[in-house]
C-alpha cells in the first residue's frame, strides 16, 4: 500500500483535473480578465477598464433578461413542484383505500412511465416540437385544433404571451421527473402512517398536508435547486423557439441569450464576460443561499 | 373503502336527509375521478404533440395547412423520411451524435471514476482542495463563460473538431461525476480492498479489478445520466461545431427548422424530428427501469 501511492495517485488525477482546469476553471478565470477588456472574440484586445460593468448597469436590455430569469426562476418551480406534488400524490394514494391499504389509482405504473419520457428528449428537440405546437397559422398544432371561425393565437410572436409560452414549455418537460422523484419518496413513507391517520378519520387532503408534504421535504428541496438551475438556463428554447432570439422586441430575452448574441452576433465577447462575471456572483449568492436554508433545516429536524 | 366510509353514514341517517341510494352499494370516489381526468389530461398533453408530429411527418405540406392536426395523412408515404435522411443529412447529424457521446461518455466514466476513486480513498495534501474544485462546477451554469471557452478552443485549435467537442463535454461533465462517485465510493466497504492488498494487488489493479465491479451499481447510474446529458447538449455543439456536416443531432434538428422555415418544407421537419424522437421511445422503452434510477440518481442520494 505505502509504496508508489504518490506515483499512484498523480497518475490518476493528472489528466481529469488538468481537463478540468483549462476548460473548466480556466476559463472562468479568463472571464474576469477579459471582462475588463474590449475583447471581440478574435484577435488582440486593450484594457477598458471597468467601461463593460458601467455599460451593463445601463443596458436596459440586461435588465429586462435579468427580470425575465427572475419571473421564469419564481413561477416555473413553484408550479412544476405543485403540479407534480399532486400527481404523484395521486397515482400513490389517490386510489382511496381498500381493506385499510391506500393505493395508487388504476394506470399508475403507465402514468408514470408516461410522464417521465419527455425528460429524455434534449431541449433543443422540444424546443423545435414546441415552435410549431405553437405555430401562429393553422399548421401549429393548437391553431389547428382551435375552432375555425377563430382568428389564429400568434403565441410566441405575441409580446404580452411569449415568455409564457416558454414557461409552459419548461413546466411540460419537467413535471415527470418531479413525479417519479417524489413518487419514489412518497413510496418510502410507511404505510402504517396513512392508515393510522384515515383511522382517525383524516381526509385525503389532510393526509397530503400534514402527512406528505412535510415528510417530503428534503425531495422538494432538491427539486428547487433543479429547477431554479433550469429555469436560469433556458437557452436552447429561446435560441430555438422565439422571434428573433429573445424577442419579439425582448419579450423573451434571458441573459444566457445575451451572453450568447454579445460573444458570437455582436462581437463583443469581453462585455459577455462581464455579463458571465455579473452571473458568477448571482450563482454564488444562490448556492450560498441554498446551503444555509437547507443547513437550518436540518438542524431543526 | 367500504369500511372506514359506510360507519359514520350509517349512524346519522336518522338526522340526515336519506341517501342516494348508490351510497348502499360500491360508493364511487369523488376524488378519483377527478384524480383520473387529470392524470389522464396531463397524459394527453405529454403524448398529443409527439403523434401529432408523427402524423405530420406522412403529410404532404398541404394537408399539414389543412387545419386537421390529427387527421390521418392521405397516404402513408416515406418521402418525407427518405427527404430529411438524404437531403437534410439527419443520418449524418446521427451518427455524428453517437460518435460523440460513445467517446464522452466513455471518456468521462473513465477519468471521473480515477479521480473519484482516489480522491474518495486516499489522504495526501490537496485532496479537499481539488475535491472542492470540482464539487464547485456543480454551482455555476455552463454558459456563464461562454466567450472565455471559445477563446480556449480557439487557441488550442479545437473548434470544428470532434476531438475538441469530446474534450470540452468530458471537462464539463466531471465535476457531477466526481462529485456522485466519491459519494458513492465511501459508501463502499474497505475489506476487499485489503484483502487484495495482502494478496499483492498493486494500486491500480485494486481499482480495475476491485473497487469498479464492487461499484457497479452507482457507475450504471451515473453512465447513463451522462449519455443522456451530453446526447442532449445543445449550448457546447453550437459554441464548437461550425461546419454544417459536423453538426450533432439537437444542432442539425434547429437547422433543419430553420431552413424548414424558409423553403417550406414541413413535411422533411416533422420526419426528422420523428427520427430522432424513435429511438429515444425505443431505448425508453428497454430500459425504463434504468434510466429513470439513473436520471434521478442525483436527486435522490
Given at each position: 500500500m505505502r509504496h508508489g501511492k504518490y506515483p499512484f495517485i498523480i497518475g490518476f488525477l493528472a489528466v481529469p483535473v488538468a481537463l478540468y482546469a483549462i476548460f473548466v476553471v480556466g476559463a472562468y478565470l479568463q472571464m474576469f480578465r477579459l471582462s475588463l477588456t474590449d475583447w471581440s472574440g478574435y484577435g488582440t484586445f486593450k484594457d477598458i477598464g471597468f467601461d463593460n460593468f458601467v455599460k451593463l448597469w445601463n443596458d436596459e436590455v440586461i435588465w429586462t433578461a435579468l427580470r425575465h430569469n427572475g419571473f421564469l426562476l419564481l413561477v416555473m418551480p413553484i408550479v412544476t413542484i405543485a403540479i407534480a406534488l399532486l400527481f404523484a400524490f395521486l397515482l400513490n394514494v389517490g386510489g382511496g383505500s381498500k381493506g385499510g391499504m391506500t393505493r395508487g389509482v388504476w394506470g399508475s405504473k403507465i402514468y408514470r412511465v408516461v410522464f417521465f419520457f419527455?425528460?429524455?428528449?434534449?431541449l433543443a428537440l422540444v424546443a423545435v416540437i414546441f415552435q410549431r405546437v405553437y405555430?401562429?397559422?393553422?399548421?401549429g398544432m393548437i391553431n389547428g385544433l382551435l375552432p375555425d371561425s377563430w382568428e389564429p393565437w400568434l403565441f410566441l410572436a405575441d409580446e404580452k404571451w411569449a415568455l409564457t409560452c416558454i414557461l409552459i414549455v419548461l413546466i411540460w418537460q419537467a413535471v415527470g421527473f418531479y413525479v417519479v422523484l417524489f413518487s419514489a419518496g412518497m413510496g418510502s413513507i410507511g404505510q402504517e402512517i396513512y392508515e393510522a391517520a384515515a383511522l382517525d378519520g383524516a381526509s385525503r387532503i389532510t393526509l397530503f398536508f400534514k402527512i406528505t408534504l412535510p415528510l417530503l421535504w428534503g425531495n422538494i428541496q432538491v427539486a428547487w435547486i433543479y429547477l431554479g438551475i433550469a429555469a436560469f438556463d433556458a437557452f436552447a428554447l429561446v435560441n430555438i423557439m422565439t422571434v428573433n432570439q429573445g424577442g419579439p422586441?425582448?419579450?423573451?430575452?434571458v441573459l444566457s441569450m445575451q451572453i450568447y448574441l454579445n460573444a458570437?452576433?455582436?462581437?463583443?465577447a469581453g462585455y459577455a464576460s462581464a455579463i458571465g462575471v455579473v452571473l458568477f456572483f448571482l450563482a454564488l449568492s444562490f448556492a450560498w443561499l441554498t446551503l444555509r436554508v437547507t443547513r437550518s433545516d436540518s438542524v431543526e429536524a | 373503502m367500504t369500511n372506514l366510509t359506510t360507519i359514520p353514514s350509517a349512524g346519522a341517517t336518522t338526522a340526515e336527509p336519506p341517501a342516494p341510494a348508490k351510497e348502499t352499494g360500491r360508493r364511487v370516489n369523488p376524488l378519483g375521478g377527478v384524480a383520473h381526468l387529470a392524470l389522464f389530461l396531463w397524459a394527453l398533453a405529454t403524448v398529443g404533440p409527439l403523434i401529432w408530429v408523427a402524423l405530420a411527418s406522412f403529410k404532404t405540406n398541404e394537408e399539414i395547412f389543412l387545419?386537421?392536426?390529427f387527421g390521418l395523412p392521405q397516404s402513408w408515404a416515406f418521402k418525407n423520411f427518405a427527404d430529411a435522411w438524404s437531403e437534410a443529412h439527419i443520418g449524418q447529424y446521427f451518427l455524428n451524435s453517437v460518435f460523440v457521446v460513445l467517446l464522452s461518455t466513455a471518456g468521462t466514466m473513465l477519468l471521473g471514476s480515477m479521480a473519484a476513486y482516489v480522491l474518495a480513498r486516499y489522504r495526501f495534501p490537496g485532496n479537499r482542495f481539488i475535491y472542492y474544485l470540482f464539487v464547485s462546477?456543480?454551482?455555476?451554469?455552463?454558459?456563464?463563460?461562454l466567450a472565455p471557452l471559445f477563446g480556449i478552443a480557439q487557441a488550442m485549435n479545437l473548434l470544428d473538431s470532434f476531438f475538441g467537442l469530446i474534450v470540452i463535454y468530458i471537462a464539463y461533465s466531471l465535476s457531477f461525476t466526481v462529485f456522485f462517485l466519491v459519494a458513492f465510493f465511501r459508501t463502499l466497504p474497505h475489506e476487499i480492498e485489503e484483502a487484495a492488498t495482502v494478496d499483492g494487488a498493486g494500486h491500480v489493479r485494486r481499482f480495475f479489478q476491485v473497487m469498479l465491479p464492487m461499484a457497479k451499481s452507482g457507475l450504471v447510474s451515473i453512465a447513463i445520466f451522462n449519455i443522456v446529458g451530453q446526447w442532449n447538449q445543445y449550448l457546447l455543439p453550437v459554441v464548437i461545431m461550425q461546419s454544417e456536416d459536423k453538426y450533432v443531432l439537437t444542432q442539425g434538428i434547429a437547422n433543419i427548422s430553420v431552413s424548414a422555415g424558409y423553403q417550406a418544407e414541413w413535411g422533411q421537419l416533422f420526419a426528422a424530428l420523428t427520427l430522432s424522437i424513435l429511438p429515444m421511445i425505443i431505448v425508453y422503452a428497454v430500459f425504463q427501469r434504468q434510466i429513470q434510477a439513473g436520471l434521478t440518481s442525483g436527486a435522490v442520494k
Open positions: 419527455p425528460q429524455l428528449l434534449a405555430g401562429p397559422d393553422k399548421s422586441n425582448n419579450s423573451t430575452q458570437f452576433k455582436y462581437s463583443q | 387545419d386537421e392536426p462546477g456543480l454551482a455555476f451554469p455552463t454558459f456563464m463563460a
